[in-house]
């Protein structure tokens, strides 16, 4: 029956995507909503079976099913194939049930769009596309995924393209991850030709089996690692996802947390065997990491606008993936790419509809005191942000930050033989940032929905297709995260030994203050936020503009600027420059040279003729004169000279 | 009926074709130069059929055929150019009135 | 009855009856050209047929060569009339016919003057093209190399945009001289087997074992290289390209760069590597520099284009350095992939050429900036046009990323920088694609914009088959690897000819 569900699975998404867009202009908003909605619907119930079939399967069962070959060539083969197993299971519910949540939602967002139907086709590719992403056994397949989902979500950030700032924020989150997709492709060729295939089996173990020289597993770890940076707009590819606020809400939500940038931390789950390989490269990817989770933190305590600082949080947890992949504990990660795309969904969702109901206001200063005007809302953007803080006990952030906490400080990376990196100032640096986290958050949840009312209004109702959605997830992001507890706690492990039944991960000796330091932290944020901002008369009304550093804080560190200075505008004026084609200039110009030296030849050549007549003007011209009888333009007189000449010559021949 | 050697063939070929060239060069009429013209198209294309009843070589007989052809040609070519120079309000039959083969840049 | 001559004659004999069919039509009823184009459908309609029978119906025992034909031409000189057809010439053949009908459903029923001699020099040009990917004999490949080429110009000069004469020259000149240095080879190769064997002849069969001295057959290799150089073409002899493709007609525009490029690339499988396969593989670096060249500059001043027809033009550039990168990597894997690549560029190509020709016969201007937004006026050509920019940027699952990555993967085999180097062309492809897709199509449309027509579903169906044919392409590339292999020399030289003569 996996057979036929797993690629059903697929195709339920793709086929409602190809309904919605070819019936474009013919069917109702609602009968759009609807077909979105089974597709992704479907998909979700088929995942829920195909994840019970295989838990309760053997423990490292695994469900393959191979499609079609699609290139099959002396030396490289590669098939349409999916594969299902727990990595992969996770996956598929997460992108499936929260993909559903926001179609359920979407389906009211975008009720009067006049573009819905193009907008459901590509979110429904969107889920189909992660969805090949996300099951494929080949790496080549894989990348069909991989590029889907940017290409849809270059399609749904630019969707209200009667605005060139949104398409050009959606062209520049397109180049930006089709650089990292080409260092992908270069890691996919590099192990193609070391290991003449590309089935993910296949090449972990050629890697494992020491096939391919460190160096060249260190290059291909790089390549990988640069790909998913740029999926998942770690530094220094971060400056797309905050541009990327230009779609839709749910759009936002959909690229936030069940795909596109979730893609990354996948890839690298996934290939764990290959990293773990490359000890530099795990180091690099958590120092990277360690350094987005700060910066992304930083920037979004000085942002004003409430989806830019939803945007900065996403690129800061992820980051904390990122951190956790580089130290090697995956599982963690991926638990928090579950319980992030459950509050991300809920924020990002919530925030869409206060937005919508305040008459599209998007700045957190003019917002304000919503807390009685939509009291439901508030809750659950509340329930959203001590998640995202990760609150002690109650919400899913805390395990899964926990988690990630513990694991990064027992990592120890021996990159050369007498030099260790311990694992202690980056989980150091992660507290801190769980500490900002908190702050940032809550800076937002105080000032728009405490405070003072400001001067916009809340018109209108949540239709109860957005509310029951935002109900679910509070629902998940709050409980989502019982099922993995660190030892202190009750030793829960019900996540972990999911994924790798044979080594749950477990740190018996890990002390508690760990644990106490992890909790603290956030609550310790929320304290100085509740200073600082949640009090009748806050503290500071507003960050102080001021400072120079602040400033640059705001525009995201002047990466933006930076970019543009040293990439975009030296290439606009070189594509300027050379507009006109150089080389076929040149050739057109050799064409003119040649032209003008033979006029030049010609002149000299008439001036010599003219000393030559002036010399022998008189004789010349009498024997002008005759030749110019001999050429009267008559027909008969030629005929005449072609015969005579004939006859002369065949006198000569014939005398001679 | 008494064969024609070959000498005699040549000889009523070179008839023709001088029949022909005096034709071309002494007649100012187009009409008839393009007859003279036949005249010593054919004289050639007797030549030829009268080389293959020499050497007994079905050569000359196919040249004769595409000769032939050219001829028709030539004609059709040639009272085409005629009719359209009337069409171009030039209603006459002199060839000495045109001087086009000089070459329009040296007046 | 061998349907090879068939298959080449057919299209110009239709031509010249489509020719007579606008004069014979009294012009009360219907459009004179309405008679002249249901005889180009009906000729490529029989054409079809024809091409059909040949590939499910080959004698069992020619091997890879799945026809023959041969009559003597010239026997004194060694010509005669050769025409093979194996795997690489039928599908490439498949693309012409395919094309074609794109060009007689989409582009030609517009062109109002002198349809009848439009459709005539059209058909002949498609009889130029089947005989160049047909004939065996080199005199005879000249023959229709040349033949495509008269009708093609005389398409652009007398049909073409604002600046035809210098197009249609420039194009001319190009692939006229270039054609001559090829005859200098073929007449080289000739003589130098002529002074081994005291036999004269232009087989290609029996030339291909002319034992040659290594100097000697780098020079005609050169010959031949640069020939199809220009037509593929190449980086510094490119020059004739955009402006032949701007300036053709529509239609002269799908056939230019769908399927006289791709002439270019099989000259290069059957000429250059399969003739002369020692000089092509010392060559095979400066043609592979020369391929990454092309891809990245064809995809850099891509970039900079204002003009639709001329972007998608340099971008051709670009996606035919693929094709010659793959060609010379030496590599099964990278032929293939070249050849995938070459269906793939021909059918996107020229459907993004048959928009921009949409769009020109509607607002009559090819300039991005005064075309605007079109997406709000039609949806469907918009769809259309931004499927066929997403396939040519190489999107996985459609054909063009095929054939990139067989290519890619090939070149990486040989040089891993050489191909690093190349991946930066993905890069600038997603530059000039999405470019024009975000200054045509999805962006604001002009104020001042009239209302205007989109595309009819008829001719949507057509687009939507192209689609089709382009997702096969890229997820099941399988059985056209398997089927346009090019036949190898050696096996079948003389075994197939001998089965198939008698």
Partial sequence: MGEILLPLLILCPLAASMIVSVSAGRMGACAIGTVACTGVGISAVISIILSITLLSGPPAGVLQVTLWPWMHIAGFSADIAFMLDRVSMVMILVVTIVGLLIHVYAAGYMRDDPGIARFFGCMTLFVAAMLVLVLASDLLCLFIGWEGVGLCSYLLIGFWYNDPANTAAARKAFYMTRMGDVALLCGLLLLATATGSLRIGAVLAAVTNGQLAPS??????????VGALAKSAQIPFQTWLPDAMAGPTPTSALIHAATMVTAGIYLIARLHDLFAMATPIMALTAILGTLTLLMGACTALVQSDLKRILAWSTISQLGYMFLALGCGVWQAALFHLMTHAFFKALLFLTAGAVIMRTGHEQDIFRLGGLRHAMPGLSAAFAVGASALAGLPLVTAGFYSKEMILSGVWHVHFGLTREWTLSGHPLWGIALLGAFLTALYIFRCVFIVFCGKKQGTSATGRTSRLMSIPLGCLCFLSLCGGVIEMPDTLPPLHLFSTLLDPKTPLSHADEPIWLVLAGALAPLAGLGVAWVLWGRATPVMHEIPGQAAIIRLARTGWGMDALYDRVFVQPFRLLTWLTHHDVLAHAITATGRLTQAVSGRIFQARTGFLDILSIWGSRGTGWMAYLLGQLDNGRVRWYAAW???GLCAGLAMAVLS | MPAFSF?????????????????????????????????????????????????HDATGQVMFVLILALAAVETAVGLAIILCLHAHGRPTLDADTGNLLRGWNHG | MNPLPALVLLPVVGGGLAWLAEHIQPHTTTPARDASWWVVLGILTVETLLLVMVTFHHPAHAGPWLGHFSVPWIPAMGIAIRLDMDGLSLSLIWLSLILCFLCVFLATRQVTVNAGAFHFLFLATLTGIIGTFLATDLFLFFFFWELMLVPMFVLIAAWGHEDRQRAAMKFFMFTQGSGLLMLLSILGLVIAHYQESGELTFDYFTLAHTPLSPAVSMLLMLGFFIAFAVKLPVVPVHVWLPDAHTQAPTAASVLLAGILLKTGGYGMIRFNVMLFPDAASHFAPIAMGLGVAGILYGAWLSCAQDDVKRLIAYSSISHMGFVLLGIFTGSRMGMQGAIIQMLAHGLSTAALFLIAGAIQDR???????????LWTAMPRLSTAGLFFAVASLGMPGLGNFAGEFLVLLATWHVSPTTATLTTAGLVLSAIYALRMVNRIFLAASRPDQHPIQDFPVRQMAVFACIMVFLVVLGLYPQPFMMFSAPSPLSVTAVTSREGATP
């Fill in chain 2, 7 to 55: 000498n005699d063939i040549l000889l009523l070929a070179t008839t023709l074709f001088s029949v022909g060239l005096a034709g071309v060069l002494v007649r100012r009429n187009m009409v008839f130069m393009l007859m003279s013209l036949d005249i010593m198209l054919n004289a050639a294309a007797l030549v030829f059929v009268g080389a293959g009843a020499r050497w």
């Fill in chain 1, 216 to 225: 060249g597993v260190n290059l291909a770890a790089l390549f990988i690692l």
């Fill in chain 3, 363 to 373: 607002l009559h201007t090819r300039d991005m900036y005064r075309i605007g937004g």
């Fill in chain 1, 642 to 644: 072609i015969a005579g």
